[in-house]
């Protein structure tokens, strides 16, 4: 098992422009989630999925956009980029509601000029 | 507002040593937490979850405490290693699966 891929690794966007970060799992799992980490402040949820066709939004949602038609596939989609949303993306996720672990993709880092 | 507090400064220790890392909280009633270890350029990797009604877990050298009185949590490495170096994230449960991270503490392991 490949577990939580995300692409690209790295990017650099502009002010302005939009892209999808991608994030694939292949554990089957129902639940997945996007944060972003920056400095000194931890990971914050930005949006999540409960399955195939249900989103909702996290802590700090804005400016992003998520689906969910497949199990495997959560893309994350920043439609007008800032400057305030450079920072590291974290892919996760977990096998059912409740008590399970998350598991995390190795992260994209985005800046945007 | 709700908050989570880990120790900012980093925890120098060494080898051999017994690491204890701090997780407190406010204003939260969570069902469970979690503790997750973060290398430099990685994403975080699950390592011990505890429920509210469980005061200790352990594996292998980890133990993890729950104290829902005080709103703490302390994360035990015995005998560290330098291997051990990393950072250490807590987690709390809120309803459904929904995490909340505190920022974590940097443990370096000196040999």
């Known amino acids: 098992n490949a577990g939580v891929t995300q692409t690209p690794k790295f990017q650099v966007l502009k002010t302005g422009q939009s892209m999808t970060l991608q994030c694939a799992q292949d554990?089957?799992?129902?639940?997945m989630s996007w944060y972003r980490q920056d400095p000194g402040m931890g990971l914050r949820l930005i949006h999540y999925?409960?399955?195939?066709?249900?989103?909702d939004q996290g802590e700090v949602p804005n400016g992003y956009n998520v689906s969910r038609s497949t199990t495997e596939d959560f893309p994350l989609r920043l439609l007008s980029a800032a400057p305030s949303q450079t920072s590291v993306y974290f892919c996760?996720?977990?096998?059912?509601?409740?008590?399970?672990?998350?598991?995390f993709g190795p992260g994209t880092r985005l800046t945007v000029t | 507002s709700q908050k989570i507090e880990q120790n900012s400064e980093a925890l120098n220790i060494q080898e051999g040593k017994t690491a204890t890392l701090t997780c407190n909280y406010t204003?939260?009633?969570?069902?469970?937490l979690q503790w997750y270890r973060q290398d430099p350029g990685r994403g975080p990797v699950f390592l011990l979850l505890?429920?509210?009604?469980?005061k200790e877990k352990r594996k292998e050298r980890l133990k993890v405490t729950f104290d829902t009185t005080l709103k703490q949590s302390l994360f035990h490495i015995t005998a560290s290693q330098p291997a051990d170096s990393a950072t250490y994230l807590c987690?709390?449960?809120?309803?459904?699966?929904?995490?909340?991270f505190g920022a974590g503490t940097i443990l370096r392991v000196k040999s």
């Open positions: 996760a996720s977990s096998p059912g509601q409740g008590a399970y672990e998350q598991y």
């Open positions: 554990m089957n799992h129902e639940y």
């Open positions: 999925s409960v399955g195939a066709g249900i989103t």
């Open positions: 204003n939260y009633s969570p069902a469970y």
């Open positions: 505890i429920r509210e009604n469980e």
């Open positions: 987690a709390l449960n809120l309803y459904g699966n929904k995490l909340v």
